[in-house]
């Protein structure tokens, strides 16, 4: 099992992710049926050497943690990337199992 470390996102919105991808971070998503949804940031680096088609066709469970070490239990739904630019991610949906 796979730990990466995540952040809360307060702001939302497409400058606000411009720069954050400019900084080598992820906007990403979590949801489920009994939580509210969450907006947060991944490091770049903690995600990129994984292979993510293997993660999405196999539904591999991935631990997610923040600062309070907070574990949550989750698959990733869908990977959005850049049109042309084949390995920059621009968004994951999460959800929590």
């Given at each position: ?18 720069r954050?991808r ?44 923040n ?9 990733i ?16 949906d999460?959800?929590?199992?």
């Amino acid at each position: 099992m796979y730990k990466i470390q995540f952040f809360k996102r307060m702001e939302t919105g497409k400058k606000f992710s411009r720069r954050l991808r400019i900084n080598n971070k992820i906007p990403a998503v979590i949801y489920g049926k009994k939580i509210k949804t969450l907006s947060i940031i991944i490091n770049n680096n903690d995600i990129f050497h994984m292979n993510l088609q293997n993660f999405c066709k196999k539904k591999i469970l991935l631990t997610l943690t923040n600062k309070k070490n907070t574990l949550l239990k989750v698959k990733i739904m869908d990977i959005q990337y850049h049109p042309f630019k084949i390995n920059k991610i621009y968004h994951i949906d999460f959800i929590k199992i």
